[in-house]
């Protein structure tokens, strides 16, 4: 089977096709990779240039949520068509919204990785302003969904997002994956009484802020070392990377933050708007325990294997981490709990397999008038 996959290289969707293509080729499948957005970095180009023998394709469009998409997110749209029309896939597995809603030439799928509406209500805890960028948004969002053949959410909260704010029913959930192979680590050696967290610090999504209070709190008994941008990409937003008691060790490439999360004893989830965490699962493949804000992914996807504590109480999270750091045997006990769970569960074949299934289903299907949504192109 012939499938036809989106990416963009501006955050966790690019990690997730890495698995999926690589997962679907071991199943003998056949995969042309597009790329949205950013031209992919090194650390991209260092994976696709281990893959020659991958069909990529580097088109270069803006995304749906940048602050001005249009023309170049419409004028994509052709571009897109005669990549498929050349390659002619049995399926279009879309990582955007903005492409579903059009008649692309083959059956087409959906993955609403996040969404602007529901990240500002799990965030910001109100709903985004209703001015003229949200509504289009709002507006592309609900017409990629309804011209889909089928929707995927990774996990069960991001499917009820779905459903609460553009009435979409019946999205099949597939969790997202990492290989266990790329966060192999030394089962009996002693990891540093330290806590990690890594990602976007700037976005208040990401919740990181609770690991300033909770340094304050810990007072130098736990090294808190966070990695990750401390600057959105407009500059308006800024991470204090140095407040007291964090250190920041930057930007890291693959390679040396396993080599960090190797080295933890604890990671640190402490995100409000998560609709599925790549950074957990990595940090639980590698060996660390995890202490999760109490937030409803986090409960789906890791319910027993770690601590929660509620989102905004550093007092709460710094006793998580101080109450594991000094009970080692819990401590391993749940860090042996989650790289099971995350071995088992969120493992790139069994991610592929039930993509495959539902592939499968889509390419079988009678053939039908296509589903094609009344679309706002301005």
């Not at 011209?147 to 069960?156: D, H, L, M, Q």
């Not at 140095?242 to 990671?267: E, H, K, N, Q």
């Not at 998560?274 to 940090?283: S, V």
């Amino acid at each position: 089977m012939r499938v036809l996959v989106t990416t963009d290289s501006a955050g966790g969707v690019w990690a997730y096709t890495e698995e999926l293509v690589d997962a679907l080729a071991a199943l003998g499948h056949e995969a042309t990779l597009v790329a949205l957005g950013p031209e992919p970095g090194p650390v991209q180009r260092e994976w696709l240039g281990s893959r020659p023998d991958l069909d990529f394709i580097a088109l270069g469009a803006p995304l749906e949520w940048y602050p001005d998409p249009e023309p170049g997110l419409t004028e994509s749209l052709d571009r897109l068509r005669e990549v498929i029309a050349a390659r002619r896939p049995d399926v279009v597995h879309l990582n955007q919204f903005f492409y579903g809603a059009f008649e692309l030439g083959a059956p087409k799928l959906v993955v609403a990785h996040s969404d602007v509406v529901s990240w500002w209500r799990a965030a910001r805890r109100r709903d985004p302003p209703d001015d003229g960028w949200h509504r289009r948004y709002r507006d592309w969002v609900r017409a990629g969904l309804s011209g889909a053949r089928v929707v995927v959410a990774p996990s069960r909260w991001m499917a009820e997002q779905l459903a609460e704010h553009y009435g979409v029913r019946g999205v099949r959930v597939i969790h997202n994956a990492r290989s266990a192979a790329r966060f192999r680590f030394r089962r009996r050696s002693r990891r540093e009484r330290m806590v990690v967290a890594a990602g976007r610090l700037w976005d208040e999504g990401k919740g990181m802020t609770d690991l300033l209070g909770a340094a304050a709190v810990l007072g130098g008994d736990v090294q808190v070392v966070l990695a990750g941008p401390e600057t959105s990409p407009s500059g308006l937003e800024r991470f204090p990377v140095r407040a007291p008691g964090v250190r920041w060790v930057g930007v890291l490439g693959p390679s040396d933050l396993r080599r960090l999360l190797a080295r933890a004893a604890v990671y640190a989830a402490t995100s409000r708007y998560e609709p599925f965490g790549l950074a957990p699962l990595e940090a639980a493949l590698a060996g660390c325990a995890l202490v999760l804000a109490d937030i409803p992914t986090y409960r789906e996807l890791w319910e027993g294997c770690g601590e929660f504590y509620p989102p905004g109480d550093a007092a709460a999270l710094a006793a998580a981490i101080r109450g594991l750091m000094d009970a080692e045997g819990r401590r391993r006990a749940l860090a042996e709990a989650a790289r099971a769970r995350a071995a088992e569960r969120y493992s790139p074949e069994r991610m592929a397999r039930q993509y495959e299934a539902l592939y499968r289903e889509l390419a079988a299907a009678p053939a039908a008038a296509p589903r094609v949504a009344a679309h706002p192109r301005s």
